[in-house]
């Protein structure tokens, strides 16, 4: 029952800039949440925290331990990547377009609105307000939309919707003020800004500016004698918003930066490398055009090592540019839609392109032309969802006419299947994890094989019909699936495709169908208000109906067949005994389930019934309790036998989804409606360029929508897996992926001062491994505990095995894991997994990754005398893996 946020399927992408650290970790929004995909291990992790609003800028510190993500809402986090845990909270005033970390990791600059700010990065250290202001610049006449820093920290370039760009020092150079560079010529918002350095001596000497209108600008030092422009008192230097006020010795008030020891040249002295652009000029050595009139310039990015620029425009081309003489390396059309984003990784052989209309997500090798990565989430929102077997799989199925096959260990997308033209209504995995069976509105069903990804059969109607729901019995012989317009349910060979029968009856759409699973008798659900148990064998027509007083909406049998439940339009769940045909118990959940408030509706949430009941059921693996969704925030879990209320898992905290808040702001309320479906923004319009959100994708037409196309939260369908230790939900978000799986991170109740390194070798050289080991997993190093397994001797493997603690055996199988791959001592590392295997059978993860290692590992040479004996112990771990499965189920 202890299920966490584990993951999010179905949207790699969603809008916002996308990060590279580290060289392979790729960090990306998704929504109101934050994705970082391992491009090495082919693996995507969500991180269990949630911002107020969709993300729309990212930064991360150069050493890669720190992330820095700002909503819509002009909240800021600051996140570490390697804890998962936000460490401080900001808002800004005004909305930011741009956020980037210095090289040297202690300054961050800030684009809000009109001002350029730098602030101190905090960094661990525990303060009482560690967001500290240094610097503000207000120069700019328009919204600043780029940034960039220089190596040594010193200069930032920034680019304006004002066709400017300036050239700022950070450090105050001397005793005078001076004024920033301006780089004008410019006819079109500038996109993005890049400083170019000198190979021999890393200092800026060239500064690269790309446009809206498809322009590059080319700028070059030319260190003359010329001397900036000082300040006359008349024309000075806007004053920082925010910088206190202090009293000199002559009763004086003067403006003094907040950072006292900031200013590097206090006695107006220059250093060595301070100061080195304040004499002379910039030379603007060429324009060049990219020619991809009528499209517009949308993303750039510049690898100052490699000195290539790439961009992407709105018409889905990209374009890879060799500088300083601009020549084309790539121009190839990746997407039909707007690329949002386009970056670099830090060896500069990867580019990452992000189209948030389509959630596509890239990256592309550019020397040998191939895909590292290539990921595009579901169109509309997901319908259904089905697990395999096994519950390594997860088929998704949404109203963009697309089938797509998740790894849930990995989190990726390995097959799409777009044969169906209509939506998709209901998925189902067959016994054997190859086949997948998917229902349409187009009025087919077909099915699927997973080992050559193609359709290899099409079940039809004489006439054409639209398929709301899917069920298959245990011997995967009979398909059914029930009508939207006909109220019928037909039934068709799985073997020859033929259709056997017709079962009529429902005076409504039948939204729910499910076999028994112990017997070959069908439960159907539908909108007349009755649920009827089906002898699709005998053709007996309806064995039982069981009338209810409102619509039902969906129909579930428990795992031993010994109970049904269903839920009706009045927010209740029904349990019945299919056997006797007695109700056996009710659970009102109408007011557990309740949802928020609308921005269009009249009532509040709690005089409002109107979506107040769930269209989703789930039992668990053994049926002591079951899983209910619908139209509202929540997902609630109930135990069964009490009909009590578990547990509530809130889906999100997203105020850009309609329906998350119970009340509304009434500062927002004005005489024409609520302030936010009033669109007062003209800047998309001016620039002709649709935002880069999924819910302006069919509603700019007048009348269509009266929220102005924002996501109403809801869950359509709720999966758990045959395993029991973690469930799907299809919500607006996203898949939503809970586990019981324990992902330990780190736990600091676990420490204390004896929990060491120094006690870790301590206990080795005591030679007391199972101490050593257990103090290297709870400190949680990868290196310490890998030397802690070597240490352990053959003969004392099942007794440390036995003893390591439940919470700590997901860790040491990672860590084994890990070693299959790598280590060149197979015998002994498959000693350890067979024990481990034996000692801890019954509480074993679902989703070990000793197999798939395994699997990898059997490409490795071998001696041939030592064969038989690995492929003995082989079958003894597969045995054993088999054993566990079958203990949990």
């Given at each position: 029952?202890?299920?966490?946020?584990?993951?999010?399927?179905?949207?790699p992408y969603r809008g916002g800039n996308v990060v590279i650290t580290n060289n392979t970790l790729l960090i990306s929004p998704v929504g109101n949440r934050v994705s970082v995909t391992d491009l090495v291990k082919s693996q995507t992790v969500t991180l269990p925290v949630q911002s107020s609003?969709?993300?729309?800028?990212?930064?991360?510190?150069?050493?890669?331990?720190?992330?820095?993500?700002?909503?819509?809402?002009?909240?800021?986090?600051?996140?570490?990547?390697?804890?998962?845990?936000?460490?401080?909270?900001?808002?800004?005033?005004?909305?930011?377009?741009?956020?980037?970390?210095?090289?040297?990791?202690?300054?961050?600059?800030?684009?809000?609105?009109?001002?350029?700010?730098?602030?101190?990065?905090?960094?661990?250290?525990?303060?009482?307000?560690?967001?500290?202001?240094?610097?503000?610049?207000?120069?700019?006449?328009?919204?600043?939309?780029?940034?960039?820093?220089?190596?040594?920290?010193?200069?930032?370039?920034?680019?304006?919707?004002?066709?400017?760009?300036?050239?700022?020092?950070?450090?105050?150079?001397?005793?005078?003020?001076?004024?920033?560079?301006?780089?004008?010529?410019?006819?079109?918002?500038?996109?993005?800004?890049?400083?170019?350095?000198?190979?021999?001596?890393?200092?800026?000497?060239?500064?690269?500016?790309?446009?809206?209108?498809?322009?590059?600008?080319?700028?070059?030092?030319?260190?003359?004698?010329?001397?900036?422009?000082?300040?006359?008192?008349?024309?000075?230097?806007?004053?920082?918003?925010?910088?206190?006020?202090?009293?000199?010795?002559?009763?004086?008030?003067?403006?003094?930066?907040?950072?006292?020891?900031?200013?590097?040249?206090?006695?107006?002295?220059?250093?060595?490398?301070?100061?080195?652009?304040?004499?002379?000029?910039?030379?603007?050595?060429?324009?060049?055009?990219?020619?991809?009139?009528?499209?517009?310039?949308?993303?750039?990015?510049?690898?100052?090592?490699?000195?290539?620029?790439?961009?992407?425009?709105?018409?889905?081309?990209?374009?890879?540019?060799?500088?300083?003489?601009?020549?084309?390396?790539?121009l190839l059309s990746i997407s039909r839609e707007k690329i949002t984003t386009a970056v670099f990784n830090e060896a500069g052989n990867w580019l990452t392109f992000g189209c948030a209309k389509l959630g596509q997500l890239l990256v592309w090798e550019w020397r040998s032309e191939s895909y590292?990565?290539?990921?595009?989430?579901?169109?509309?929102?997901?319908?259904?969802?089905?697990?395999?077997?096994?519950?390594?799989?997860?088929?998704?199925?949404?109203?963009?006419?697309?089938?797509?096959?998740?790894?849930?260990?990995?989190?990726?997308?390995?097959?799409?299947?777009?044969?169906?033209?209509?939506?998709?209504?209901?998925?189902?995995?067959?016994?054997?994890?190859?086949?997948?069976?998917?229902?349409?509105?187009?009025?087919?069903?077909?099915?699927?094989?997973?080992?050559?990804?193609?359709?290899?059969?099409?079940?039809?109607?004489?006439?054409?019909?639209?398929?709301?729901?899917?069920?298959?019995?245990?011997?995967?012989?009979?398909?059914?699936?029930?009508?939207?317009?006909?109220?019928?349910?037909?039934?068709?060979?799985?073997?020859?495709?033929?259709?056997?029968?017709?079962?009529?009856?429902?005076?409504?759409?039948?939204?729910?169908?499910?076999?028994?699973?112990?017997?070959?008798?069908?439960?159907?659900?539908?909108?007349?208000?009755?649920?009827?148990?089906?002898?699709?064998f005998e053709g007996k027509g309806a064995v039982e109906t069981f009338p209810h007083t409102h619509d039902v909406l969906t129909v579930v049998y428990r795992p031993d067949g010994r109970q049904l439940a269903c839920c009706t339009l009045d927010g209740q769940i029904h349990f019945w005994d299919?056997?006797?045909?007695?109700?056996?118990?009710?659970?009102?959940?109408?007011?557990?389930?309740?949802?928020?408030?609308?921005?269009?509706?009249?009532?509040?949430?709690?005089?409002?019934?109107?979506?107040?009941?769930?269209?989703?059921?789930?039992?668990?693996?053994?049926?002591?309790?079951?899983?209910?969704?619908?139209?509202?925030?929540?997902?609630?879990?109930?135990?069964?036998?009490?009909?009590?209320?578990?547990?509530?898992?809130?889906?999100?905290?997203?105020?850009?989804?309609?329906?998350?808040?119970?009340?509304?702001?009434?500062?927002?309320?004005?005489?024409?409606?609520?302030?936010?479906?009033?669109?007062?923004?003209?800047?998309?319009?001016?620039?002709?360029?649709?935002?880069?959100?999924?819910?302006?994708?069919?509603?700019?037409?007048?009348?269509?929508?009266?929220?102005?196309?924002?996501?109403?939260?809801?869950?359509?369908?709720?999966?758990?897996?045959?395993?029991?230790?973690?469930?799907?939900?299809?919500?607006?978000?996203?898949?939503?992926?809970?586990?019981?799986?324990?992902?330990?991170?780190?736990?600091?109740?676990?420490?204390?001062?004896?929990?060491?390194?120094?006690?870790?070798?301590?206990?080795?050289?005591?030679?007391?491994?199972?101490?050593?080991?257990?103090?290297?997993?709870?400190?949680?190093?990868?290196?310490?505990?890998?030397?802690?397994?070597?240490?352990?001797?053959?003969?004392?493997?099942?007794?440390?095995?036995?003893?390591?603690?439940?919470?700590?055996?997901?860790?040491?199988?990672?860590?084994?894991?890990?070693?299959?791959?790598?280590?060149?001592?197979?015998?002994?590392?498959?000693?350890?997994?067979?024990?481990?295997?034996?000692?801890?059978?019954?509480?074993?993860?679902?989703?070990?990754?000793?197999?798939?290692?395994?699997?990898?590992?059997?490409?490795?040479?071998?001696?041939?005398?030592?064969?038989?004996?690995?492929?003995?112990?082989?079958?003894?771990?597969?045995?054993?893996?088999?054993?566990?499965?079958?203990?949990?189920?």
């Amino acid at each position: 029952m202890n299920y966490r946020f584990q993951n999010l399927l179905g949207a790699p992408y969603r809008g916002g800039n996308v990060v590279i650290t580290n060289n392979t970790l790729l960090i990306s929004p998704v929504g109101n949440r934050v994705s970082v995909t391992d491009l090495v291990k082919s693996q995507t992790v969500t991180l269990p925290v949630q911002s107020s609003s969709d993300i729309g800028r990212l930064a991360a510190s150069p050493d890669g331990v720190f992330l820095l993500t700002v909503d819509n809402n002009h909240r800021c986090h600051l996140i570490n990547l390697h804890r998962h845990v936000v460490l401080h909270r900001m808002s800004f005033k005004h909305p930011v377009n741009a956020v980037a970390f210095s090289p040297c990791g202690s300054r961050i600059a800030v684009a809000t609105g009109k001002l350029l700010q730098i602030w101190r990065s905090p960094g661990f250290k525990k303060e009482f307000f560690p967001f500290e202001l240094i610097r503000t610049f207000a120069d700019f006449d328009d919204k600043v939309t780029a940034l960039d820093w220089s190596p040594d920290s010193k200069y930032i370039l920034a680019g304006s919707k004002d066709l400017t760009a300036r050239l700022f020092s950070v450090n105050k150079i001397g005793d005078v003020k001076t004024k920033p560079f301006l780089f004008l010529g410019h006819r079109d918002t500038v996109v993005g800004v890049f400083l170019g350095t000198e190979k021999t001596t890393n200092r800026v000497n060239r500064v690269y500016t790309i446009t809206r209108d498809c322009y590059m600008f080319s700028w070059e030092w030319n260190g003359g004698e010329g001397k900036f422009e000082e300040t006359a008192e008349g024309d000075s230097e806007p004053d920082s918003p925010g910088t206190p006020e202090r009293e000199m010795e002559g009763g004086s008030v003067v403006k003094t930066n907040k950072r006292k020891d900031f200013d590097d040249g206090k006695d107006g002295k220059l250093g060595e490398n301070e100061g080195y652009l304040t004499g002379g000029k910039w030379d603007l050595l060429r324009k060049d055009c990219f020619n991809q009139a009528p499209a517009k310039l949308t993303a750039g990015d510049y690898h100052r090592g490699l000195n290539l620029v790439v961009v992407g425009f709105s018409n889905g081309v990209f374009g890879l540019y060799q500088l300083p003489d601009f020549i084309c390396i790539h121009l190839l059309s990746i997407s039909r839609e707007k690329i949002t984003t386009a970056v670099f990784n830090e060896a500069g052989n990867w580019l990452t392109f992000g189209c948030a209309k389509l959630g596509q997500l890239l990256v592309w090798e550019w020397r040998s032309e191939s895909y590292v990565l290539k990921q595009q989430g579901h169109y509309f929102d997901v319908n259904c969802v089905a697990y395999s077997q096994d519950s390594q799989l997860l088929a998704t199925g949404a109203d963009d006419n697309k089938v797509k096959v998740w790894t849930v260990s990995s989190g990726f997308c390995f097959v799409t299947f777009s044969e169906h033209t209509n939506a998709v209504t209901a998925l189902y995995f067959m016994a054997r994890n190859h086949c997948l069976l998917s229902a349409s509105l187009d009025g087919t069903v077909r099915a699927w094989d997973l080992f050559r990804y193609r359709n290899f059969r099409t079940f039809t109607t004489p006439s054409s019909r639209q398929f709301v729901s899917l069920a298959a019995d245990q011997s995967g012989e009979v398909i059914c699936a029930g009508t939207l317009d006909s109220f019928e349910i037909f039934v068709w060979s799985m073997k020859t495709g033929r259709l056997l029968d017709v079962l009529s009856g429902h005076e409504g759409p039948v939204h729910g169908l499910m076999f028994s699973p112990t017997n070959a008798i069908l439960a159907s659900s539908s909108w007349d208000r009755t649920v009827r148990l089906w002898d699709v064998f005998e053709g007996k027509g309806a064995v039982e109906t069981f009338p209810h007083t409102h619509d039902v909406l969906t129909v579930v049998y428990r795992p031993d067949g010994r109970q049904l439940a269903c839920c009706t339009l009045d927010g209740q769940i029904h349990f019945w005994d299919p056997i006797d045909g007695l109700l056996m118990y009710t659970i009102e959940g109408s007011r557990d389930i309740k949802s928020g408030r609308l921005m269009t509706d009249r009532r509040s949430a709690a005089n409002s019934s109107s979506r107040n009941y769930f269209t989703t059921l789930c039992y668990s693996a053994d049926g002591s309790y079951i899983l209910a969704a619908g139209n509202s925030n929540v997902i609630c879990m109930y135990d069964v036998a009490e009909q009590v209320l578990l547990r509530q898992f809130q889906i999100t905290c997203n105020l850009s989804r309609d329906g998350v808040f119970d009340f509304l702001n009434s500062k927002k309320m004005t005489k024409d409606g609520p302030l936010d479906l009033i669109d007062d923004d003209n800047s998309d319009i001016e620039e002709g360029v649709d935002k880069q959100i999924q819910a302006k994708l069919d509603y700019d037409l007048p009348g269509s929508k009266a929220n102005h196309g924002r996501p109403v939260i809801r869950t359509k369908c709720l999966r758990i897996a045959p395993t029991g230790r973690s469930f799907g939900a299809a919500t607006t978000e996203g898949v939503l992926i809970y586990s019981i799986d324990e992902s330990f991170i780190f736990d600091p109740t676990d420490l204390d001062v004896d929990v060491t390194p120094e006690a870790v070798e301590a206990a080795l050289s005591e030679d007391q491994p199972n101490r050593a080991l257990i103090i290297s997993l709870r400190l949680n190093e990868d290196a310490l505990i890998k030397k802690c397994i070597f240490a352990v001797s053959p003969l004392d493997i099942p007794a440390v095995a036995s003893s390591i603690p439940y919470r700590y055996l997901q860790r040491v199988i990672d860590a084994f894991a890990d070693l299959l791959e790598s280590c060149p001592h197979l015998e002994f590392i498959l000693r350890w997994c067979q024990e481990l295997c034996k000692a801890h059978a019954p509480r074993m993860p679902g989703n070990t990754p000793i197999t798939s290692a395994i699997h990898k590992q059997s490409s490795v040479p071998i001696a041939k005398s030592s064969m038989y004996q690995i492929l003995l112990l082989l079958r003894e771990v597969v045995v054993a893996s088999v054993h566990a499965v079958s203990q949990i189920i």
